[in-house]
């Protein structure tokens, strides 16, 4: 190898190494773990929110075996079920806030008409008794809690990467490369959806 070829394949070398080094120190890998991570928090919201969907169909099924009649409320739980699960609840929601809220209103108002079937419940003594309905209480409860779990590790994720796009000097390199701070759920939002149906069994 002779003595030029030699500097100039140490030159590319020191390039690469200086181009990685800088990436590196203006916080691009940093960018690439966090944003990865809020990701991941996401993916685990959106498989709580499934799991609840998916208990639904069976939980109306049983109330309408005891409670037919109440034809409005039931109803109600449906519609609200297909419009939550028609949002599309890909990674690319987060960078989209008017798509973000728009998923937040739907689970929002699917856990009002949730909650007024709940309380339609109480006025019907043998459902509440009923093994397979308080199965499905049970499970849809326990659901409700792993969703406010989800929701916190995801904003805190969101906060974290948040906070990362605004500082200097990784908010030049978030220019750069075009990363923009994520949606979060709201606080008004919070209070609506943190709240789990009713479900009391001492009555």
Not at 16 to 33: I, K, R, V
Not at 37 to 53: D, G, I, L, M, P
Not at 87 to 98: F, K, M
Not at 160 to 183: H, L, W
Request: some cysteine.
């Amino acid at each position: 190898m002779t003595r030029s070829v030699f500097a100039r394949w140490f030159r590319l070398f020191f390039a690469f190494a200086l181009a990685t080094t800088l990436l590196s120190g203006c916080g691009y890998n940093e960018f690439q773990q966090k944003d990865e991570a809020t990701k991941a928090a996401w993916s685990e919201v959106v498989n709580q929110y499934q799991r609840r969907s998916d208990l639904i169909p069976n939980l109306v099924n049983t109330v309408k075996g005891y409670a037919s009649h109440e034809k409005d409320t039931l109803e109600a739980v449906t519609r609200a079920r297909a419009a939550a699960t028609s949002i599309q609840v890909t990674p690319e929601v987060l960078n989209d806030p008017a798509a973000f809220q728009k998923f937040q209103q739907a689970q929002g108002e699917l856990t009002s008409a949730l909650s007024r079937l709940m309380a339609v419940s109480e006025n019907y003594p043998n459902l509440k008794a009923d093994t397979s309905f308080r199965d499905l209480q049970s499970q849809l409860e326990g659901t409700e809690n792993r969703i406010t779990v989800a929701r916190q590790r995801y904003i805190a994720a969101v906060q974290d990467y948040n906070v990362t796009v605004r500082s200097f000097p990784t908010n030049i390199t978030a220019k750069v490369f075009g990363y923009q701070p994520k949606p979060s759920f709201t606080v008004a939002n919070e209070a609506a959806i943190s709240t789990a149906p009713k479900v009391d069994f001492g009555k």
